[in-house]
Nanobody
Framework: QLQLVESGGGLVQPGGSLRLSCAASGFTLDYYAIGWFRQAPGKEREGVSCISSSDDSTYYANSVKSRFTISRDNAKNTVYLRMNSLKPENTAGYYC??????????????????WGQGTQVAVSS
């Protein structure tokens, strides 16, 4: 069974940091592009970042550039999203997804075949 499981979410104060994890089972993550998305209640799902399979190129939404970092650890079959300088507007469910090896535009949700169930991030004082 192919599965992605996100973890690492929680409640943090504005300006704080979290590292989200996306762990794969049933397939090898290094053969896939992995995207991170977020969705707040009443809002559309928004692309956050993507890391490619072929050369580990990384891509970010303009809203998170310089604050978020995506990385891959093939030995652990896990992709991470490090989030620094978190803002209240970053509050959302965060989801990872696997798709063909090359990242599309960051916002392209239909590129991905396999999605995790999400982890909740809340940024509040």
């Amino acid at each position: 069974q192919l599965q992605l499981v996100e973890s690492g979410g929680g409640l943090v104060q504005p300006g704080g940091s979290l590292r989200l994890s996306c762990a794969a089972s049933g397939f090898t993550l290094d053969y896939y592009a992995i995207g991170w998305f977020r969705q707040a209640p009443g809002k559309e799902r928004e692309g956050v970042s993507c890391i490619s399979s072929s050369d580990d190129s990384t891509y970010y939404a303009n809203s998170v550039k310089s604050r978020f970092t995506i990385s891959r650890d093939n030995a652990k079959n896990t992709v991470y999203l490090r989030m620094n300088s978190l803002k209240p507007e970053n509050t959302a469910g965060y989801y990872c997804a696997a798709g063909p090896p090359a990242c599309p535009l960051v916002a392209a949700t239909d590129w991905y075949d396999c999605w995790g169930q999400g982890t909740q991030v809340a940024v509040s004082s």
